[in-house]
């Protein structure tokens, strides 16, 4: 172990999950923290009250991002970005998010702790709704800091009580108003977000860190089908336009097509809403959801071009409309920056293997503006989006030495 | 036209269904108005108020039926019942059930403006929610009322939102608290219904009034599909327990085994709700009903029981449980009801053919405590549950005129 990762404080790392898991904590072990809700604000208040602790400076952006600077040696260098978001599902784990940013902060601890002055500053960040639970989509925060979204895109978009984030970002500015406002975006040097794995494959082969290769794309449709209410004792089978029967063929001829024997591709109906859903009434529309992904991007973009004629070939009576939601290609981290975590693995002695992320990151946005890449440790059984969700000491642990080498590395980078 | 039937008023019937139509009005030119909900009332209020113009004593059961008495002259015989209900579908129109009540109003009307006291009283009745969209099943009003069910069988059930029939009738018990409480059942001579056919049969024979032979017969299912939930970018095809494909499965293959060629049996799933129903997730639960209607009560037995086995061997890797929730062999009106319907219409001159309803009523309850029988009028296209549902105005008093006769003639009967 380096003097720098030896600083690495695996008590105090674990402790500050324990202390973050309390803020807006389920009765049944996990964590309900929406973005921008007082729950939110107040974990981001206990993050900065860490940074600021060890001299770190913390500001805040126009769209909910929340940063810490620890000062480098020469502060007009573009800095190195790290962290993750605080927000989470409504039965939400303890480490998902949290960890990736908990992890930046204890590499600035070592660092400090080290007495080491990097070059540039290294910056944590907590993204603005990552998980899309309370706001949808998900990833805003980094969307609009990466210029892949306006300010002005996402502030119209409202909860399921009515409210915007526009409404909601003015909230944030009220409980962080002591915090420095600063420009949204902005020249990086790199990004490197930590993470747990939200699959088994770690854990299964006993491998502690995960470089990680890339995102696999994904594609997201709605599909809208029309047919026509009727009495469901008097109008026969030759007259109906049943909406659920073409709904259900379109989704059961779906899934028959949209699979490989690898059992690669992901395929998901995950919402389906029927109207007006009256056991005496023949449906005369339904509504459903359609979550598409795949790792090699030619192949996403076949399969999700299939989705409409496919639909419409299921139609029957019914008229169909196929609407894609979002289209996210598959990326790749830059190999150079893969090997920078390798590296620092090897010289940690930490066992490590390439993995594609089958998730969605913030780092999606980042790798459009600057080098980026991602860190995973194992997640138990791959449970996640889960109050059962869990990781071990260890494993955080090592993961943020490995973080901190690659951040320090990086900060020193001419 | 007798004395009494000439008294019938065509435009005064033809405005209450308007006026009632603004009760719950849809956007779209049709009523939602669920039982016991506050649009129930204030339409419950307004006939009220119509039938006390004319003298009527307005009352009201535990049940949350609502009645109305013209009082003959012997009071203490067992009156003659008439009426349907007020409550309507999501997406209902303006004539399902309230024609009945009104018909049997303007009944009244006609008698009371003809100067008639007859023997019996002449009691006019909305009973509480026939439809079953509020609360499942439907008919509850009229099947506490003749015994079938107990108001402890009715009170727990909940609509979607929580709310049980015995909070719902408190809700009553306040709106209506003005109104007289009367024990629930009671003795009766006879109940007659008049209803809009609900299926096309009278309109494509230009007849204007169904004699109705009896009720096809219904059985009611739910269906609940159990899986597990999972992410939907990580969790591999051969992991999931994908409820909404298990259900689908089901109802694909119970659609394909409950028919018939001569396109008789009637099978609709109209209900299909999943949980939690988000886009990124893979379904946990399905909740779906069936409706299975057949006028042989041989065969309804026949093709409803083999509803349980089909979905147990599309169940997949879920688990699924079926609960029949209601179940009403076929009925037939007596031969003798009927004929005072087919001796008023000929007295009238109005054209009549008998005609099986294809739709539950609530007369199928009435007819096991008294002698029963239903009177249609034509409806457009057989286009019902449905906002675009239409009737015209002169079969509408046409209706009302031979349900005049019947129910005068029934209230003079030794």
């Known amino acids: 172990m380096s003097a720098v990762s030896a600083q690495v404080s695996e008590a105090r790392l674990w402790q500050r999950h324990e202390q973050l898991a309390t803020i807006g904590a389920t009765a049944t072990g996990g964590v309900n923290r929406q973005a921008l809700s007082a729950q939110d604000f107040v974990a981001s208040r206990q993050l900065i009250q860490w940074g600021q602790a060890i001299g770190m400076h913390a500001s805040r952006d126009a769209a909910g991002n929340v940063f810490l600077t620890l000062p480098g040696s020469d502060p007009a260098a573009p800095a190195v970005l790290s962290g993750s978001h605080l927000d989470s599902q409504p039965t939400g784990g303890k480490y998902d998010g949290v960890y990736g940013v908990l992890a930046a902060l204890e590499a600035c601890e070592a660092i400090h702790a080290a007495g080491i002055k990097p070059r540039r500053n290294i910056e944590v960040v907590a993204w603005m709704n990552e998980e899309g639970s309370r706001f949808a989509p998900g990833m805003m925060g980094s969307a609009v800091f990466a210029g892949a979204r306006r300010l002005a895109d996402i502030e119209p ?57 890339g995102i696999q794309g994904k594609r997201t449709f709605q599909v809208t089908v029309q047919g026509e209410a ?53 449906p005369s ?43 996210a290609m598959s990326l790749e981290f830059p190999e150079a920056m893969r090997e920078r975590i390798r590296a620092a693995a090897r010289k940690l002695g930490v066992s490590h293997q390439d993995i594609l992320s089958a998730a969605g990151h ?53």
Chains 1, 2 share one sequence.
Do not use: W
Request: net charge negative.
């Open 230 to 282: 009727a009495h469901a004792g008097t109008s026969t089978r030759a007259e109906r336009r049943d909406a659920l029967l073409a709904a259900i063929d379109m989704v059961q001829a779906l899934t028959r097509r949209i699979h490989d024997a690898e059992d690669i591709v992901k395929f998901t109906v995950g919402r389906f809403t029927v109207t007006p859903n009256a056991p005496s009434v023949v």
């Open 285 to 327: 529309s339904v509504t459903f959801s359609i979550d598409l992904r795949h790792p090699v991007s030619a192949v996403l973009r076949e399969l999700g071009d299939a989705i409409a004629p496919i639909c419409q070939q299921y139609a029957g009576v019914c008229e169909v409309t196929v609407k894609e939601l979002s289209t």
């Open 157 to 213: 978009v409202q909860d399921s009580g009515g409210t915007s984030v526009k409404h909601a970002l003015a909230d944030a500015a009220v409980a962080l108003d002591d915090i420095v406002l600063r420009p949204i975006g902005g020249q990086l040097a790199a990004y490197v977000e930590a993470h747990i794995e939200q699959g088994p494959v770690l854990e299964r082969d006993n491998t502690t860190i995960g470089v990680v290769t």
């Open 362 to 414: 913030d780092a999606r946005y980042l790798h459009e503006v600057c080098p980026s890449a991602m860190i995973f440790i194992a997640c138990h059984l791959g449970i996640t989006h889960n109050e059962a969700e869990a990781i071990t000491p260890a494993d955080a642990a090592a993961g943020a030495r490995v973080l901190t080498e690659v951040l320090l590395e990086l900060a020193n980078d001419r």
